[in-house]
Nanobody, 124 residues
Framework: VQLQASGGGLVQAGGSLRLSCAAS????????MGWFRQAPGKEREFVAA????????YYADSVKGRFTISRDSAKNTVYLQMNSLKPEDTARYFC??????????????????WGQGTLVTVSS
């Protein structure tokens, strides 16, 4: 499985970005998908996750109400719509896939597949 993230960039505080993550290869092995982020000098942290069908979602408190995760199963793509961005949202954002069925998890170690990340910079 390969995950290719895109959509990062530079945006002013209060602005919006939409990240995309396209999966290829043995995509039938992917169940939940998640987004994580890592700022310079900090540990990777959970942002959001979605069940395979997109019916269940889970968000970190820091992004709840501002970010929305969604999936397009036909395109094997997961999205992260980010609104009301803040400077503290600045980080490299990674998408991840979990092979375990029936769970949505926030621990990075639970995910089996990782993309290369896309950089989001929010200026004040």
């Amino acid at each position: 499985v390969q995950l290719q993230a895109s959509g990062g960039g530079l945006v002013q505080a209060g602005g919006s970005l939409r990240l995309s993550c396209a999966a290829s290869g043995r995509t039938f092995t992917i169940h939940a998908m998640g987004w994580f982020r890592q700022a310079p000098g900090k540990e990777r942290e959970f942002v959001a996750a979605s069940s395979r069908g997109g019916g269940q979602t889970y968000y970190a408190d820091s992004v709840k109400g501002r970010f929305t995760i969604s999936r397009d199963s036909a395109k094997n793509t997961v999205y992260l719509q980010m609104n009301s961005l803040k400077p503290e949202d600045t980080a490299r954002y990674f998408c991840a896939g979990d092979r375990t069925a029936g769970v949505i998890r926030s621990a990075a170690r639970s995910y089996d597949y990782w993309g290369q990340g896309t950089l989001v910079t929010v200026s004040s």
